[in-house]
């Protein structure tokens, strides 16, 4: 079974400061790996996926990813953070073998604050 | 990038009635669609796997007969709460794939709280 795992349920950082969110899967086959977000009292958007090929990932707002098979990690970042990315960041797994059926699971979540 | 389209947004209903959710994919035909479930402060748990033409997969722990789920075109999928309890008050979001993107790509609709009086 595919899983995974959130470290820190709440960050918060000074605008302008690194952010770093923490995800670590657990999967017995490759896996498609997802970061979205979500503002409050709305549905989730993508942010960036790793399927194959390249192990960082940009994605949407300045915000990258790298896959690390040998640290099962897929940790997100963004070099300079801004008011508007406080919001909840949820990771997520799919396995490989990809479909119109395929199930995402979604970690815990991260909340994230933004300090001016 | 595709949209999906929930309604309503928000609801209230009393104890005992039931409520519906639609789904609808508007730019694109969607033959399975997920209805996930989010309680505040916390992440989505999938419900059920919608299939179009066919019977919902349920998870484990969830019940079939109180959460009906039909998906009877490409583009519509609908979620009924029946005799709604306030413990089924929550968050409640579908999403589906648009294989012409990529079958890994899942797009969210905006999701509908419920809340049972």
């Known amino acids: 079974a595919q899983s995974v795992t959130q470290l820190g349920s709440h960050v918060s950082v000074s605008e302008g400061a690194l952010v770093l969110l923490r995800c670590n899967y657990s999967?017995?086959?490759?896996?498609?790996l997802f970061w979205y977000v979500q503002y409050p009292n709305q549905g989730l958007q993508l942010l960036l996926k790793y399927t194959t090929g390249a192990t960082l990932v940009k994605g949407i707002n300045g915000f990258e990813a790298e896959f690390k098979k040998s640290e099962t990690s897929f940790h997100l970042t963004k070099p300079s953070a801004h008011m508007s990315d406080a919001a909840e960041y949820f990771c997520?797994?799919?396995?490989?073998?990809?479909?119109?059926?395929?199930?995402?699971?979604f970690g815990t979540g991260t909340l994230l604050a933004v300090q001016p | 990038g595709a949209v999906v389209s929930q309604h309503p947004s928000w609801v209230i209903c009393k104890s005992g009635t039931s409520v519906k959710i639609e789904c609808r994919s508007l730019?694109?035909?969607?033959?399975?669609m997920f209805w996930y479930r989010q309680f505040p402060k916390q992440s989505l748990m999938l419900m059920a796997t919608s299939n179009e033409g066919s019977k919902a997969t349920y998870e484990q722990g969830v019940e079939k007969d109180k959460f009906l789920i039909n998906h009877a075109s490409l583009t519509l999928s609908t979620l009924t709460v029946t005799s709604a309890h306030p413990e089924d008050s929550s968050f409640y979001i579908c999403s589906a794939r648009d294989l012409g993107t990529g079958p890994w790509e899942l797009f969210f609709g905006s999701g509908t709280q419920l809340s049972v009086l």
């Open positions: 730019d694109f035909q969607a033959t399975t």
């Open positions: 999967s017995s086959v490759p896996p498609y």
């Open positions: 997520a797994v799919s396995d490989y073998y990809g479909g119109a059926t395929n199930k995402l699971i």
